[in-house]
């Protein structure tokens, strides 16, 4: 039997991208009330389960569990989660982590990450997405790999677990490279690495058994001050809304039609 696992998987409640995005309030961030969790998490979700299948999954004593930080309604991507197979889930929530950018979001996360491996048990690897579908930033990873002092391997499309050893093919174009990493790692993976599972009634209804614990900075060891707009590097100073579309420019053909559309095209400076 291959060893144990324990797995922290990354997962984000983002704005439903069927959804125009919208900035809210005096410190324009970002409207979360029409939330889901974000598509690319999924991939993460779905490498970990395979790795704790593998290995005898939670009767072998592999560990799942999946990590939200947000307000009250990022609970949803956790419970999501846990309907398509994670085995526990953590929400990180607290007043002032409002506003975090992706400094002292990773901040927070790193300290919830250090509280997880306090039970006696270290955390072996965190596994995220290749990026949130909101920010789309790629940070998370890096900074948390940095903060925790851990190896990291980002865009794997491929990952393998043996021997104490991460192993990851990374895809760029048309060259691929094998990258390997002792544990415990920080991994993000791409939307190459599988092809997610969706929660079936079974598992819908096994999620209303399994276990959320709820943290708040106090629980973590993580002062107000560091999070939130006042621990932010970076600041939203305006926001606009983007300009309504206009009616495209309609080229009737009266035989001229290619030299209207190549006048057309060198006026945008296209050609």
Do not use: C
């Amino acid at each position: 039997m291959e060893e144990t696992l324990k797995i922290v998987v990354l997962v984000k409640h983002v704005p439903d991208a069927q959804f125009d995005r919208h900035i809210t309030g005096p410190a324009n961030t970002t409207d979360r009330e029409e939330s889901i969790l974000s598509e690319l998490d999924e991939y993460a979700l779905e490498a970990a389960l395979q790795l704790a299948e593998e290995r005898g999954g939670p009767k072998a004593g592999n560990e799942v569990i999946a990590l939200s930080m947000g307000p009250a309604g990022a609970v949803n991507a956790v419970k999501k989660s846990l309907q398509i197979g994670a085995y526990s889930g953590v929400h990180l929530s607290d007043d002032a982590l409002a506003g975090s950018d992706a400094a002292a979001t990773s901040l927070a996360l790193a300290a919830a990450i250090r509280h997880l491996s306090a039970d006696g048990r270290p955390v072996d690897l965190v596994l995220t997405g290749m990026a949130s579908t909101d920010g789309e930033t790629s940070l998370i990873p890096a900074q948390l790999a940095e903060r925790l002092s851990l190896p990291q391997v980002t865009f794997a499309s491929s990952l393998e677990i043996a021997g104490g050893q991460v192993t990851a093919r990374r895809d760029a174009g048309p060259y691929s490279e094998t990258v390997e990493a002792p544990l415990p790692a920080v991994v993000s993976v791409t939307d190459q690495i599988n092809e997610p599972r969706y929660p079936n009634f079974k598992g819908i209804l096994a999620a209303k058994k399994k276990k959320i614990t709820s943290l708040t900075l106090s629980d973590i060891g993580v002062e107000a001050s560091q999070v939130g707009l006042a621990g932010s590097w970076t600041v939203v100073e305006s926001a606009e809304a983007r300009p309504p579309r206009t009616a495209g420019t309609i080229i009737t053909d009266e035989g001229d039609a290619g030299i209207k559309l190549v006048d057309f095209l060198a006026a945008q400076k296209l050609l």
